[in-house]
């Protein structure tokens, strides 16, 4: 099937896609008023063929086994089969998502670093925590993976890059594009306290 949107459309789009969802739910609605119904019905089946046909979907349905190492109610954390080093876990959230940006907060980094202290204690080996967003990153799944890499001296894993030159003025530019406000700090009420405190982290 011929896609029906123009590519300024597939642009905003995939602008859209790199949102977190509080912020999608902002910008769609005025999206989907520029819309065609014949463009809408095609986004929704791009969008349902996205998720069914995704393997980490399977694996969060049940419909692939996986070897769990940490489950809640909206992560998964299970060994790759085909690993980097043995004991390479991945990270995916139970919701089908592709990049980092749109989640609504960092657990899944949590859940990571407590993955990466068990394999510093437990494998005595060291870690690289890795996350691609985006194809022109590495990404080759359309979900959401951040991997935890088990590391040791001389494993023929090269992650390491040659550093490029810059000069200052790019440095200052960049530094003044890129920079961000601390937030402050989100209260917890009473009544939610019990749902946000996670101390099942701890290493057994
Ligand atoms: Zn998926």
Request: glycine share 4%; charged share 30%.
């Amino acid at each position: 099937m011929e896609s029906p949107l123009t590519p300024e459309l597939v642009r905003e789009l995939q602008e859209i896609a790199q949102l977190s969802q509080e912020e999608q739910k902002k910008v769609l609605p005025e999206f989907l008023r520029k819309l065609t119904p014949e463009q809408i019905e095609y986004i929704k089946k791009q969008q349902g063929e996205q998720s069914t046909g995704c393997l980490f979907c399977s694996m969060v349905e049940g419909k692939i086994p996986v070897k769990k190492i940490y489950e809640d109610y909206e992560l998964l954390a299970f060994l790759d089969i085909h690993p980097a080093n043995p004991g390479h876990v991945l990270v995916i959230p139970k919701q089908h998502v592709q990049f980092s940006t749109q989640l609504e907060d960092s657990r899944i980094f949590d859940v990571a670093n407590n993955i990466a202290k068990v394999i510093y204690f437990k494998l005595v080996k060291d870690t690289n925590i890795f996350v691609a967003n985006g194809g022109n990153a590495g990404q080759r799944l359309g979900h959401l993976v951040v991997h935890v890499i088990p590391r040791e001296k001389d494993d023929n894993l090269n992650l390491v890059w040659q550093g490029k030159e810059i000069n200052e003025e790019e440095l200052d530019k960049l530094a003044s594009i890129l920079r961000i406000e601390p937030k402050v700090r989100k209260e917890i009420k009473v009544e939610d306290a019990e749902e946000n405190i996670y101390d099942d982290y701890r290493i057994p």
